[in-house]
């Protein structure tokens, strides 16, 4: 039987080499993009425009039913969103990667790990597209989180990271398994609803453990904190580097081991 570490350094080459072909998924993720919104006026900037809608309505009526300000409501609801809006894409899409891809898997040869750069890139682009509502927010609410801002940039790496990682679980999972797509979406629905994105939570007493328990919410804070001139706890950043690190290992290993298979499921 050939040993883990048989199987852990053609996956590892695969990783590289899909780093080293960063052009061909830079040019294939931006395509997959752009081709949703082939023939319209505004292009991919429809995200942005539905975002927006999104954003307003719900702030406009949740801080009228929680009777909070509007000005204070609005910005933590709009990033909330944003951030959750990659979270989320991420998390669902990955389980679609390689049974998306299954004829070219069949037909081209190269590494798997190309699918899953385009597939996080393109989820990238989208973030981007839908990140210039922060700017319409600040401008308006005249916010300036001064140099703090910096600390997006670590979180959302983090976040991107953790996407890679998890694809190298849920792919090659959901290509075998083809129910867990639906059981994950349901997972992310519900997770949507337990992390404080539509509520704060200031509003839960002593946080507990469904806030310290909940990953999802250690990412939005380091995320949504910098760009409101916050830091994020030194709670929030180890809990997410620690699932960093922990999901990473778990994701090559995962890859490592089921990787020739991927072909034949998809």
Known sequence: MPSQKNYLRPALTDLWQGIERRELWVYLGWRDVKRLYNRSV????????SMGVMVMGLGLLYSQIMKVDVAHYLPNLAIGLIVWGLISGVI????????????????IRMPLSIHIYQF??????????????????IAVFQINPGWSAL??????FLIVLNGVFISLILG????????IPMIIASVMQLAFFMTPIIWSAQTLEGRGLVLDAN?????VEIT????????????NWGACIGMTIALGVVGIAFFARYRARVVYWS
């Open 92 to 107: 669902i899409g990955a389980c679609n990667i390689f049974t998306a891809a299954g004829g070219s898997l069949r037909q």
């Open 151 to 156: 600390l997006f940039i670590p979180a959302v």
């Open 120 to 137: 996080v890139w393109s989820q990238v682009l989208t973030f981007v597209h839908n990140f210039i509502i922060y700017f319409i927010i």
């Open 224 to 235: 949504r904190d910098p760009l409101l001139g916050g830091t994020g706890t030194l709670a």
């Open 215 to 219: 990953p999802f919410y250690h990412f």
């Open 172 to 179: 090659p999972l959901c290509a075998r398994f083809r129910d």
């Open 42 to 49: 505004l292009g991919p900037f429809w995200l942005t425009l």
